[in-house]
C-alpha cells in the first residue's frame, strides 16, 4: 500500500467515485469529504500528504478552503475544477494551490500530477535531512535544514512552492535561470502553463520578500528569460 494519504474534496458523487477508485486501484490511501467544512476538519485531524480540491463546493468557495488551510499548514494542494478561466486559476493559485487540473481530466494526467507531486515532497524532505547549511543574503536567511526561511528574523510563511523556488534561486544566486529551468526543477516539465503558474508564485513569493516591490532588492526579472536572485551585501 502506498503511504501517501490523500484528501480528496468533492461534492458531485461520479467525479469522486472516479478518483477515489483511480486511488484505490494506484494503492493510495484517502479520505473523502464533500464540502469545505469537512475538508477543513479533516485537514486538520489527518493531516494528510496531498490535497486533492474541487472549487466548486456546496457551502464555501474552494478558494476559501485553500486560504484556511495556508493559515496553518504548507501541505500540498492540487485544485481540480470545471472553472478554466485563467482568472480562476490565477485566484486559486494566488491563494497558494501548488497546481491546476481542469474537468474534465484524465486519469493518466491525474496520476502524473500526483506523481510530481510526490517526487517534490521526497526531494524536499531529503533535502531537509542532508543539507545543514544556511543560506544568508542581506537580511534574507534561508535555513534548508530547518525548511523555513526568515526576513528581518521573522519567518516567511511561504506554500511549498514559494519555499522550493527560493531555495532553487538561493542556491544559484548571481545566476540567472531561465523559465525552463525553474519549471522543471520545481514541476519537473515545462508545459505553456507551467510558465504561466511561475509567474504567479513568483509574484505571491516577491509579495513576501520585497520590502519594496518596486525597487526589488532579491529578485530580478529578466523579461523573457527568466529570473536571478542578486547578491545583497
Given at each position: 500500500?502506498?503511504?501517501?494519504?490523500?484528501?480528496?474534496?468533492?461534492?458531485?458523487?461520479p467525479v469522486r467515485n472516479l478518483i477515489t477508485t483511480t486511488l484505490k486501484t494506484n494503492d493510495y490511501r484517502y479520505l473523502v469529504a464533500s464540502n469545505g467544512e469537512e475538508a477543513i476538519l479533516e485537514a486538520s485531524s489527518h493531516n494528510p500528504d496531498i490535497v486533492l480540491l474541487d472549487l466548486g463546493l456546496p457551502?464555501?468557495?474552494?478558494?476559501?478552503?485553500?486560504?484556511?488551510?495556508r493559515?496553518?499548514?504548507?501541505?500540498?494542494?492540487?485544485?481540480?475544477?470545471?472553472?478554466?478561466?485563467?482568472?480562476?486559476?490565477?485566484?486559486?493559485?494566488d491563494a497558494g494551490a501548488d497546481d491546476y487540473l481542469t474537468k474534465p481530466f484524465s486519469v493518466e494526467e491525474l496520476l502524473a500530477r500526483l506523481r510530481v507531486t510526490q517526487r517534490r515532497l521526497s526531494f524536499m524532505t531529503a533535502?531537509?535531512?542532508?543539507?545543514?547549511?544556511v543560506f544568508v543574503n542581506g537580511k534574507l536567511r534561508v535555513d534548508y535544514a530547518?525548511?523555513?526561511?526568515?526576513?528581518?528574523?521573522?519567518?516567511?510563511?511561504?506554500?511549498?512552492?514559494?519555499?522550493?523556488?527560493?531555495?532553487?534561486?538561493?542556491?544559484?544566486?548571481?545566476?540567472?535561470?531561465?523559465?525552463?529551468?525553474?519549471?522543471?526543477?520545481?514541476?519537473?516539465?515545462?508545459?505553456?502553463?507551467?510558465?504561466?503558474?511561475?509567474?504567479?508564485?513568483?509574484?505571491?513569493?516577491?509579495?513576501?520578500?520585497?520590502?519594496?516591490?518596486?525597487?526589488?532588492?532579491?529578485?530580478?526579472?529578466?523579461?523573457?528569460?527568466?529570473?536571478r536572485m542578486m547578491k545583497v551585501e
Open positions: 500500500m502506498n503511504k501517501t494519504l490523500i484528501l480528496v474534496v468533492e461534492d458531485d458523487p457551502d464555501i468557495d474552494g478558494v476559501q478552503v485553500i486560504q484556511n488551510i493559515s496553518w499548514s504548507n501541505l500540498p494542494i492540487i485544485v481540480i475544477s470545471a472553472r478554466s478561466e485563467d482568472n480562476d486559476k490565477i485566484e486559486a493559485l533535502e531537509a535531512r542532508t543539507a545543514g547549511s530547518g525548511g523555513c526561511a526568515y526576513l528581518n528574523d521573522e519567518e516567511l510563511h511561504l506554500t511549498p512552492i514559494e519555499y522550493k523556488l527560493l531555495c532553487l534561486l538561493s542556491k544559484n544566486v548571481g545566476k540567472v535561470l531561465t523559465h525552463t529551468f525553474i519549471t522543471q526543477n520545481i514541476w519537473g516539465r515545462s508545459w505553456e502553463n507551467d510558465i504561466a503558474s511561475l509567474r504567479v508564485f513568483m509574484a505571491t513569493l516577491r509579495k513576501k520578500l520585497e520590502p519594496e516591490p518596486d525597487s526589488p532588492q532579491y529578485i530580478q526579472t529578466h523579461i523573457g528569460v527568466g529570473y
